[in-house]
């Protein structure tokens, strides 16, 4: 851990002796939290001052902090028990911003300081226990000026659009998994992303594109590809493995690391990974990499947001009753998921293996449930809910 922290301090002095270009990308390289019952206030160290803007939205009351051209290398920790911040999530919202959402216990107003700091600034959001009548008062502007933005300088909400690139896995010669009764995976995974694909249909303010809309092969790294053409804000490989534990079933949740976090993991990543003998030389060869100061970054402040949009991913299953695993998220090394520039998870809906899991995940009426339940976890993770 000291070897990490040294590392990230040598690329913030790097990055301090470069010259700032007139849209600088700012780094968060801490937060923390302080405050009481009453009063609450995050603090949030970065390299740069970027423009931002604070909003306050009911049902359920809830204060968004929206940072412009900013990159997280360190994660917002728990909110403190006993606070007036009931949760809290972040994630990324569209050209280059990154959003903090806080749900509110209470009626609270905020207050945005900005103060200089050893690592560049220091912006501390603070709220405070208000009256219902002020916190009503506070919703008719919609949006509370503060440096740098405000409301009328934001851009549209139908402008751009959070992009959700879901990838139904394998297809075309390549059928994936085989269930007991003969279904092929390609299929399920096919049905159920057009069935998320509606799902989000009727809004405007989130884009779904396929990697494929019908039964065709398409590789790994493509599927990549696609989901940065797309300049995609959360990417989402939908499968429905086969492994020789007939016994386990249930969904799980697969993020990217080098180390598989378990024998399972491994071995759905190797087979996953296998998917391209079917594709030709020039697709089985891994895209070598530029590795610079922002790239870096740019992927440990993904791998923050992938790790945590699949935390609250598994957490609303748990509440819609789905079946999952015992530690249903976990972690290997699945090429499909390196973009570095995209968060981006592995649903796996369930194992083929395993008769019952075979039965749901080819259910309409699961289907629906399901995709109602990753529908809502996309927009809660996009700021639009």
Same mark, same amino acid.
């Given at each position: 851990?000291?070897?990490?922290?040294?590392?990230? $301090?040598?690329?913030?002095?790097?990055?301090?002796?470069?010259?700032?270009?007139?849209?600088?990308?700012?780094?968060?390289?801490?937060?923390?939290?302080?405050?009481?019952?009453?009063?609450?206030?995050?603090?949030?160290?970065?390299?740069?001052?970027?423009? /931002?803007?604070?909003?306050?939205?009911?049902?359920?009351?809830?204060?968004?902090?929206?940072?412009?051209?900013?990159?997280?290398?360190?994660p917002m920790p728990p909110v403190p028990e006993g606070s007036l911040i009931a949760a809290a999530r972040d994630g990324l919202a569209g050209d280059g911003r990154y959003r903090i959402v806080l749900e509110l216990s209470?009626?609270?107003?905020?207050?945005?300081?900005?103060?200089?700091?050893?690592?560049?600034?220091?912006?501390?959001?603070?709220?405070?226990?208000?009256?219902?009548?002020?916190?009503?008062?506070?919703?008719?502007s919609t949006s509370v000026p503060v440096h740098g933005r405000d409301a009328a300088a934001r851009p549209a909400p139908g402008q751009k659009p959070f992009t959700l690139v879901v990838d139904p896995g394998h297809g075309?010669?390549?059928?994936?998994?085989?269930?007991?009764?003969?279904?092929?995976?390609?299929?399920?995974?096919?049905?159920?992303?057009?069935?998320?694909?509606?799902?989000?249909?009727?809004?405007?303010?989130?884009?779904?594109?396929?990697?494929?809309?019908?039964?065709?092969?398409?590789?790994?790294?493509?599927?990549?590809?696609?989901?940065?053409?797309?300049?995609?804000?959360?990417?989402?490989s939908i499968h429905a493995d086969s492994i020789g534990y007939p016994s386990v079933r249930g969904a799980t949740v697969y993020t990217l690391s080098e180390q598989a976090s378990d024998s399972l993991a491994r071995d759905?990543?190797?087979?996953?990974?296998?998917?391209?003998?079917?594709?030709?030389?020039?697709?089985?060869?891994?895209?070598?990499?530029?590795?610079?100061?922002?790239?870096?970054?740019?992927?440990?402040?993904?791998?923050?947001?992938?790790?945590?949009?699949?935390?609250?991913?598994?957490?609303?299953?748990?509440?819609?009753?789905?079946?999952?695993?015992?530690?249903?998220?976990?972690?290997?090394? $699945?090429?499909?998921?390196?973009?570095?520039?995209?968060?981006?998870?592995?649903?796996?809906?369930?194992?083929?293996? /395993?008769?019952?899991?075979?039965?749901?995940?080819?259910?309409?009426?699961?289907?629906?449930?399901?995709?109602?339940?990753?529908?809502?976890?996309?927009?809660?993770?996009?700021?639009?809910?």
């Amino acid at each position: 851990m000291t070897k990490i922290w040294s590392c990230l $301090f040598l690329i913030f002095a790097c990055l301090m002796w470069l010259p700032a270009p007139a849209n600088a990308t700012s780094v968060v390289t801490g937060m923390t939290w302080s405050g009481t019952a009453d009063e609450a206030m995050l603090s949030i160290e970065m390299t740069e001052n970027p423009s /931002n803007a604070v909003t306050i939205l009911d049902a359920p009351r809830r204060i968004v902090l929206d940072l412009d051209d900013t990159v997280l290398a360190s994660p917002m920790p728990p909110v403190p028990e006993g606070s007036l911040i009931a949760a809290a999530r972040d994630g990324l919202a569209g050209d280059g911003r990154y959003r903090i959402v806080l749900e509110l216990s209470q009626p609270a107003l905020p207050r945005l300081d900005v103060a200089g700091g050893a690592a560049g600034t220091v912006l501390r959001l603070r709220l405070r226990t208000a009256s219902e009548e002020a916190f009503r008062e506070a919703l008719v502007s919609t949006s509370v000026p503060v440096h740098g933005r405000d409301a009328a300088a934001r851009p549209a909400p139908g402008q751009k659009p959070f992009t959700l690139v879901v990838d139904p896995g394998h297809g075309g010669i390549d059928n994936g998994a085989t269930g007991v009764d003969g279904v092929h995976e390609k299929d399920i995974n096919l049905a159920f992303a057009r069935r998320l694909r509606d799902v989000l249909a009727g809004r405007d303010d989130i884009a779904v594109v396929l990697t494929r809309d019908d039964d065709r092969f398409v590789p790994l790294s493509e599927r990549s590809d696609i989901a940065r053409r797309a300049s995609a804000d959360l990417f989402v490989s939908i499968h429905a493995d086969s492994i020789g534990y007939p016994s386990v079933r249930g969904a799980t949740v697969y993020t990217l690391s080098e180390q598989a976090s378990d024998s399972l993991a491994r071995d759905v990543a190797r087979s996953e990974n296998a998917a391209d003998r079917f594709a030709g030389p020039e697709w089985q060869q891994d895209t070598p990499e530029i590795h610079d100061i922002l790239m870096d970054l740019m992927r440990r402040e993904n791998e923050v947001l992938s790790v945590g949009f699949a935390d609250a991913l598994i957490a609303d299953l748990k509440k819609g009753q789905v079946r999952t695993i015992n530690n249903p998220r976990r972690s290997a090394g $699945f090429r499909v998921l390196r973009a570095p520039d995209v968060p981006s998870v592995l649903f796996e809906l369930g194992y083929l293996s /395993n008769a019952t899991d075979a039965e749901d995940v080819q259910s309409p009426q699961w289907q629906a449930r399901v995709a109602d339940i990753l529908a809502g976890a996309v927009s809660r993770f996009a700021g639009r809910d």
